[in-house]
């Protein structure tokens, strides 16, 4: 599927699940072995975005703070969200199954790993983030255009629409996720 795998194959999204699962069961030379696995995406961010998520991640698996660890990778998340947007952002979406390969893998991020917090959060705050996250999906998917049947009905992507539904998405999930680091703003 354009990175070399499935639904729900993503390395973040195997890790995630891995460190929850082996997290609980106080595995924590597992969790460490299987964070070790994703330290490219971790650099990836840190390059793109100047976080470092590293040295929280090694803290809280030494100190076998679970949900530190949960925390840690729940932002590794968030970025790499951001980081998806600002490549679909750099090339304009100019490359229409790349760009949708992305954004499907966005919306599995938050669909897998954020999303329950984010309902959570509506429960007891009476928000409907989820829901409007869940909209903005859907308009992003739009604003990538179409390349049509053999080239019939081709629709031109709209990167400005693009990055204005990115935004809110990413708005509303730092209002969820306040400890979230963000790090620097990039510009398009």
Partial sequence: MGYGYGRNEDPIITVFKSVIFYGKKNDWERVESDTNTISDRINDVRNLFDVNL???LDKGI????????????????FLAIREKYYWNLTENLSMF?????RLRLT???????????????DNLNGTAFHEKIFNRFSEAKISLGSIGFLGAGAVSPRPKEFERVTKEIEQKLLIVFPYFESGKEITY
Avoid at 97 to 101: C, D, F, G, L, P
């Fill in 54 to 56: 590293k040295p929280k």
């Fill in 62 to 77: 030494s100190q076998h703070n679970f949900q530190e660890v949960v925390k840690v990778m729940a932002n590794l998340v």
């Fill in 97 to 101: 199954e790349r760009a949708n390969v």
């Fill in 107 to 121: 919306e599995e991020y938050y669909t897998l790993l954020l999303s329950g917090n984010v309902r959570r959060y």
